[in-house]
């Protein structure tokens, strides 16, 4: 019989690495809450139409990427319908805010979720069939100030704090912003007029979307097409009074906040409900899969599926790129239990395990070895999995003074039972 293996596009997540992960959700967690972010958890799976009205039938998402299945009736009175793995979480969020009527209490929403989301694609390193993200939404009725430029210059600066809180240094942010649904459809004709004489010489991608959705020409990353589409209109040169003055006001906040920013005249969505301000945050160390989080303002996906008007911005970063990135720049090593407890001697084991106790109710990280081992081994178990080493023995057990090597300064000393704590602690930075 053929072993099974895990599904195509999808990975086992395993210690340590699972640890980064934790850490990842733990700081971003902490980072929402300062903001005064809520968690939202919406189901894993939707009504198909939720994603062909809320993503767009368009779209890459929709029109290759989704995971769908006719869910058959169990009983006469019940109907079959068309379910999707949730490819995103945005769609998901609006719906429920929707259908919770949450506009109704006058309040900007800000909410936060982390989870999985589903995309057929071509896998390849940062792109599997099965990934996580970590996303937020600031959403409400527009007396809540919810199209208020500050609130995307806040998003922005809280992904700035957010990526350096984590450790990710050497980030990119780019910003656009692709006008409103009144401003738009003049660049739009623009567009398909510049487009017009040349796009016979382009890719066959952007032959079919210069009739089908013109903005997503920009997107094209084929090499031959790029001198084409550097030569298009900016769509920077269409926004009406109120547009500019909103980008104005988001980059005006940025500067003052100290956020770097670059614009990037091609950053675009093809929907008519995305709005304003559109951003990307890329990293070099990820390669071809280099955008670390996207996202921009929708101020009117709410209509789009049947709900109040509800101008909302928000961004999606995926975490497994997040990983990645954390991995290339080598910040796993924090990783490391804060000690490993070695009992000399089979008959220490159970005193070995009391220390263990109090240590880890300390908060320390701690693995416990056994008395069993020799020395040597201990030594070679302790240096995989800890920064130092604890020798716990008739002696020590009976003085108190413990004999502790630390594994990266390779120093051994005596140090009393009552000052171990904080002597672990402190080699954490060392
Ligand atoms: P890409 O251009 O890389 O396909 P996208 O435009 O499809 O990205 P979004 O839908 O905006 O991406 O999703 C936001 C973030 O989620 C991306 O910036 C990326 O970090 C992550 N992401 C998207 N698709 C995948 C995937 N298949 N595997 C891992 N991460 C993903
Ligand atoms: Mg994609």
Aim: hydrophobic residues 40%.
């Amino acid at each position: 019989m053929s072993t099974l293996k895990a599904v195509r596009g999808t990975r086992d997540l395993l210690p340590p690495e699972t640890a980064l992960w934790n850490r990842i959700e733990a700081v971003a967690r902490s980072v929402f809450e300062r903001y005064n972010f809520g968690e939202i958890r919406t189901p894993v799976f939707e009504d198909t139409g939720l994603f062909a009205r809320g993503v767009g039938e368009e779209t890459d998402i929709v029109s290759k990427e989704m995971y769908t299945w006719e869910d058959r009736a169990r009983a006469q009175s019940e109907k079959s319908q068309s379910l999707t793995l949730r490819p995103e979480n945005t769609a998901g969020v609006v719906r429920a805010y929707i259908e919770h009527k949450l506009g109704e209490t006058g309040q900007l929403q800000k909410l936060y979720y982390i989870g999985p989301q589903f995309r057929r694609e071509r896998p390849q390193k940062g792109r599997y069939r099965q990934f996580s993200q970590i996303g937020a939404e600031v959403i409400g009725p527009v007396s809540a100030g919810s199209e208020s430029p500050v609130r995307d210059a806040e998003v922005l600066e809280m992904l700035a704090t957010l990526l350096d809180e984590l450790g990710i240094s050497g980030w990119t942010l780019k910003i656009n912003s692709v006008g409103s649904a009144s401003d738009r459809p003049a660049y739009i004709a623009k567009l398909k007029a510049a487009l017009e004489p040349v796009v016979g010489q382009m890719c066959e991608d952007c032959q079919r979307r210069a009739v089908t959705n013109p903005l997503r020409v920009l997107d094209c990353k084929v090499p031959h097409d790029q001198p084409f589409i550097d030569a298009l209109p900016k769509i920077a040169d269409s926004l009406d009074e109120a547009s500019r003055t909103h980008f104005a006001a988001v980059c005006a906040a940025l500067d003052a906040a100290g956020v770097p920013y670059e614009r990037d005249h091609r950053l675009v969505r093809g929907l008519d409900y995305y709005t304003r301000t559109t951003f990307e945050f890329t990293h070099g160390g990820l390669g071809a899969q280099n955008a670390l989080l996207g996202g921009g303002r929708y101020d009117g996906l709410s209509e789009a599926i049947g709900g109040p008007k509800a101008p909302g911005i928000g961004f999606a970063m995926g975490e497994d790129r997040l990983v990645l990135t954390l991995q290339e720049l080598d910040a796993a090593k924090a990783e490391l239990a804060d000690a490993y407890i070695a009992p000399l001697g089979e008959a220490q084991n159970p005193a070995a395990l009391g220390l263990a106790r109090e240590l880890r109710r300390g908060g320390l990280r701690i693995e416990l070895g056994d008395g069993s081992f020799r020395l040597k081994k201990s030594f070679e178990a302790a240096d995989k999995v800890a920064r130092t080493i604890v020798l716990f023995g008739e002696n020590e057990a009976q003085s108190g003074i413990l004999t502790v090597k630390n594994f990266s300064s390779g120093i051994q000393s005596k140090i009393a039972r009552v000052e171990l704590a904080a002597h672990l602690v402190a080699a954490r930075t060392k």
